[in-house]
Every structure is written in structure tokens, then in C-alpha cells.
């Protein structure tokens, strides 16, 4: 029985993925906030170094160092607090916990890192925001700084989506041949809390409202989450640093001869 840790794990698109794995005979360890009677067992907060390194230990603790599979789900919108947040925990929350459970994933059985991006990472491929650049030299405090005195949160999620899309698909071609593979799911909007708020916010509200994917509608979590559970398998072996959209064509339509 493979087990897999989800972050995210109490709501949204992590909380219908570790529903599906579970289905799927996987294990779960989740991580959110807070614990919850589902599928949380372990509290951390992935904004801070401090969290995300208690979030490490308490995986290695729970799975006796072997992994099969990690899926990051968590990560904040338009609607945090404040831009550097954003950052901290789309971008660093992500990254550290990947890098910090290699060892783990290394012992596992054919085991699968998915991280969850967005089809608005591709706002910044033609000319990544500085804060994109400081991400990917691991320095959290500039792009933190950047992104707090920018002060325009859909950049910010837009910059820490390009910027773990990236970062994954370089880890990828790293992790190869130690049997890790490596791949990004990008959602468009998807029907969760998170996107609730987002369309909810008097700011971003009525853009978001308005951007429907061509297929008409917006994506269920567990429509992800399929795509998710399908990449975790077996079926899904010679996939490795890739993109998969799952939003409805929203892609297509904003860059249909870039592919």
C-alpha cells in the first residue's frame, strides 16, 4: 500500500485528492493548519521555515522515512493577508517540503512528486516579475519584500505559480534517474473556498467572475484531483516534467500557438 503525503489536505483540491488516493488504496498523510477528523494528522504552518521543517519531521516520523508519493495542494490567492504570503507559502512552502522529503521519496516504490500550479503562471513566461526571479534564487526575503511593496496580489500568485512550475520542472530533469518523478498539474478556476473568496473579493471579484474557460464552466475539485490520482499510478510512469492543464482550455484561449 503506497503512502502519500498531501498538503493541502483539509479542504479544496487537497481534500478531494486525498479522498481519491485513499479510494485508491494510498495512505494519507495530510497537512494543513490544522488536524481534522478526514485525513489531517499533521498542523503546520508552510509560511515559515519553522513550519515547513516540523511539517518534514513529522512525515518522516509517520511514514518511517519512506514515501511514495507527494502531492502539494496548498497554497493562498488574491485573498491572503498580504502579498508576501503569498510567496512564502505557493513558492518556499512548496519547495522546501519537496527538497526536504527527498530522502523519503527516494526509498519509495516508483514514487511521484505532483505540485499544484495554475494556468496563471503563464502571465509570466515572456518576461518572469523580478519577485519570479528572486524565488528561484532561493531568496525568500527579497521576494517577500518584492512582493509586499508591490502590493498586487494577483501578481504575486501569478509570479509564485511561474515560479514552482519552473522549479519543478528543473527539479525533474535533477530527480530522473533516481526513479522521483517530477510533474505540475495547472487548474484554471476551480470551484473551492479559496475561488469562493476570490470571487467574493471586491477587488478581484467581478475579473474572476468573468473568466470563464471555454468549456463554460469552472472545474469541481475532484476533477483535478482525478488527474491528480492518475499521475500517482502506475499508468502514469514515463510521465515526468511535464504541464498538464486541467482548465477547461483557458490556456488554449490565451495562447493558442504557444504550446
Known amino acids: 500500500m503506497p503512502t502519500t503525503a498531501v498538503t493541502g489536505s ?19 498523510i495530510g497537512i494543513d493548519r490544522k488536524t481534522d477528523d478526514n485525513f489531517t494528522s499533521i498542523a503546520a504552518d ?7 521543517q516540523n511539517a518534514i519531521d513529522l512525515v518522516y516520523q509517520q511514514s518511517n522515512g519512506v514515501l511514495d508519493g507527494l502531492v502539494c495542494c496548498a497554497g493562498l490567492g488574491v485573498t491572503a493577508p498580504n502579498c508576501g504570503l503569498i510567496v512564502e507559502v505557493n513558492y518556499f512552502g512548496v519547495t522546501s517540503l519537496v527538497t526536504g522529503l527527498y530522502d523519503a521519496l527516494r526509498q519509495g516504490e516508483q514514487a511521484s512528486v505532483v505540485v499544484i500550479g495554475s494556468v496563471a503562471a503563464n502571465q509570466q513566461v515572456a518576461a518572469p516579475h523580478p519577485m519570479a526571479l528572486a524565488m528561484l ?49 495547472a487548474p484554471g478556476a476551480v470551484e473551492t473556498p479559496l475561488h469562493q473568496a476570490s470571487k467574493d473579493d471586491a477587488r478581484y471579484g467581478e ?14 475539485a475532484e ?22 492543464f486541467v482548465d477547461g482550455g483557458m490556456d488554449a484561449m490565451m495562447r493558442a500557438n504557444s504550446f
Open 137 to 185: 534564487d532561493s531568496d525568500e526575503a527579497l521576494a517577500t519584500k518584492l512582493a509586499n511593496e508591490d502590493q498586487q496580489a494577483h501578481i504575486a500568485y501569478a509570479a509564485s505559480k511561474f515560479a514552482v512550475t519552473s522549479w519543478s520542472r528543473q527539479t525533474a530533469v535533477k530527480w530522473g534517474g533516481n526513479g522521483i518523478r517530477v510533474n505540475v498539474v
Open 46 to 52: 508552510l509560511s515559515t521555515a519553522e513550519g515547513r
Open 10 to 28: 483539509a479542504s479544496g483540491i487537497g481534500a478531494a485528492v486525498c479522498a481519491q488516493l485513499e479510494k485508491a488504496g494510498h495512505t494519507i
Open 223 to 244: 476533477e483535478i484531483a482525478s488527474v491528480v490520482t492518475f499521475l500517482q499510478s502506475n499508468q502514469a510512469s514515463f510521465i515526468h516534467g511535464s504541464v498538464l
Open 207 to 220: 475579473a474572476v467572475r468573468n473568466f470563464v474557460a471555454p468549456i463554460g464552466r469552472n472545474s469541481e
